[in-house]
């Protein structure tokens, strides 16, 4: 791994992150509607000088680039901004919701990192009839989303067998486990086919190599040649897409959080937007591109630590 290819990758990440705050303040700039009215309690006829202290204490009338850029470094100091609608600071509401999300989105990385290389690598190993049910039942897992993979895991597991609870994200470590068992299982089934399905053509791939042949031919036990010939060079393509797997978590994660209301980062999102809170919509938008660039670009600098062709290529 260069150095000239280290530092394309923090350069491609610091101009996403930039490009991507801009767009989510040009959306929010762009949104109709005054978001001021929220305050007044959506009065007919509302005082104008109230609305436009509001408008100057949460700068609703800067121009764009002065609003952004008001905005960004406000950011950058971990100072959101206020809340219209909670009428609290939006780090302390980010604060007070962030544990749920990163609890659900670290459980379900678990399931995708273990289910996945687990499905696909016996797959891959055993072929025949493992690898054809293997194959069959994690590309239906890849084609059902998250919002209906929710429906049939309440339907199953909490109506049909009432072993898991279906609302809330628990107390203790017990009790968080339970509750966010089917959730994560919602969130990380697509990403775990996809794992699957990738580790199994890897693993494949591997095996059919000329050095496995030549390890083999040299009397070096299978179990050595697999672990040491396949599965290490098997890894890298495999960890390049379970890291983009668990970025993409964090992407979908609001579906699973307001299907089972575990209160997450991604429900508060979508509260805030139906109620038009800018400040709150802004932050936690920037804060999942910020995590998910983030995550991408260290897949990448491990991928090629793992792999060092790939990097020289790129190069």
Not at 67 to 79: E, F, N
Not at 144 to 150: G, H, I, L, R
Request: charged letters at 15%.
């Amino acid at each position: 791994m260069t150095v000239r290819f280290v530092a394309t990758r923090l350069v491609t990440l610091v101009v996403t992150v930039l490009v991507s705050s801009l767009a989510i303040y040009g959306a929010m700039f762009l949104t109709p509607g005054d978001p001021a009215m929220l305050l007044v309690g959506g009065s007919r006829d509302p005082d104008p000088a109230v609305l436009a202290e509001i408008h100057r204490e949460y700068h609703l009338d800067d121009p764009f680039i002065q609003g952004y850029w008001h905005w960004m470094s406000g950011c950058l100091q971990g100072d959101f901004g206020k809340s219209l609608v909670y009428r609290d600071t939006v780090a302390n509401l980010i604060g007070a919701r962030a544990g749920d999300t990163v609890a659900l989105v670290g459980y379900a990385a678990v399931l995708v990192l273990v289910a996945g290389t687990v499905i696909g690598t016996v797959a891959a190993l055993r072929g025949g009839r493992t690898e054809a049910l293997a194959t069959t039942l994690t590309a239906g897992a890849m084609a059902v989303p998250t919002f209906v993979m929710s429906v049939l895991l309440i339907w199953l597991f909490a109506v049909q067998l009432p072993w898991f609870p279906v609302y809330g994200s628990g107390e203790g470590l017990t009790g968080t486990l339970t509750h966010l068992t089917l959730p994560a299982l919602a969130l990380a089934m697509t990403w775990i086919g996809y794992v699957a399905q990738v580790t199994r053509t890897a693993v494949r791939a591997e095996m059919r190599g000329e050095h496995v042949e030549t390890a083999r031919s040299r009397g070096v036990p299978e179990r050595t040649v697999i672990r040491r010939h396949v599965l290490h060079n098997a890894s890298g393509p495999v960890f390049a897409v379970s890291g983009v797997g668990i970025a993409g978590l964090i992407a979908t994660a609001a579906v699973a959080e307001q299907a089972f209301g575990t209160g997450g980062l991604g429900s508060l999102m979508i509260e805030a937007a139906s109620k038009q809170d800018m400040a709150v919509v802004q932050a936690v938008s920037l804060i999942f591109v910020v995590v998910f660039v983030v995550i991408n670009t260290c897949v990448d600098l491990v991928s090629a630590a793992l792999d060092p062709r790939a990097a020289r290529k790129e190069s």
